[in-house]
């Protein structure tokens, strides 16, 4: 069964940091392109991140550029987000998700996300 | 960036109905749009990739169709567990956006 599984949310403080994690199974990770997106409590679907293969292309959603930063490890077939400099508005579910490859770039697996919640 | 435009927010329909849902893009992004499917305390579910084509393992009562700025979702005969949250999203380039979504309640 292909699965992505988060880990790393929690609770911070305004101002903090926090590293999000992705473990892949069931498909070969390093052959996947990789993708962050969030969903704030009761809202809609926000993408954030990009990270390909071979780490040569990364994009960021203007809403966090300079603040996070998308990696990854291949060989532990891992994807991690570092966040900093936290804000109350990134209190969201962040999902980690691949895209369908082959041609195409439809996000067709998800995992069941991680929260995040930036409060004093 | 590409706007995505999604309609209705809010649709009320009954198990048997056929129903359609709008997506608007502020430029063209040929074709490439997806679909999704969120009920509450799951993620998304891939139904329709390339505008039209069906995810494998989704059911035939889903389609998609349209090219360029205007695309929607049909559901036809609708099935209890069809009720749920539907986004469309662009992946013609970055940043990817999605549609403020439409959530599909019973009437």
């Known amino acids: 069964e292909m699965q992505l599984v988060e880990s790393g949310g929690g609770l911070v403080q305004p101002g903090g940091s926090l590293r999000l994690s992705c473990i892949a199974s069931?498909?070969?990770?390093?052959?996947?392109?990789m993708n962050w997106v969030r969903q704030a409590p009761g809202k809609g679907l926000e993408w954030l991140s990009h990270i390909s293969r071979s780490r040569s292309s990364i994009y960021y959603a203007d809403s966090v550029k300079g603040r996070f930063t998308v990696s990854r490890d291949n060989a532990k077939k891992s994807l991690y987000l570092q966040m900093d400099n936290l804000r109350p508005e990134d209190t969201a579910l962040y999902f980690c998700?691949?895209?369908?490859?082959?041609?195409?770039?439809?996000?067709?697996?998800w995992g069941q996300g991680t929260m995040v919640i930036v409060s004093s | 960036d590409v706007q995505m435009t999604q309609s209705p927010a809010t649709l009320s329909a009954s198990v048997g109905d056929r129903v359609t849902i709008i997506c608007r893009v502020s430029?063209?992004?040929?074709?490439?749009l997806a679909w999704y499917q969120q009920k509450p305390g799951r993620p998304p579910k891939l139904l329709i990739y390339k505008a039209s084509s069906l995810e494998s393992g989704v059911p035939s009562r889903f389609s998609g169709s349209g090219s360029g700025t205007e695309f929607t979702l049909t559901i036809t005969s609708l099935q209890p567990d069809d009720f749920a949250t539907y986004y469309c999203q662009q992946y013609h380039g970055y940043p990817y956006t999605f549609g403020q979504g439409t959530k599909l309640e019973v009437k």
């Open positions: 430029q063209s992004i040929d074709n490439l």
């Open positions: 069931g498909f070969i990770f390093s052959d996947s392109e």
């Open positions: 998700v691949r895209e369908a490859g082959l041609g195409d770039d439809a996000l067709d697996i």
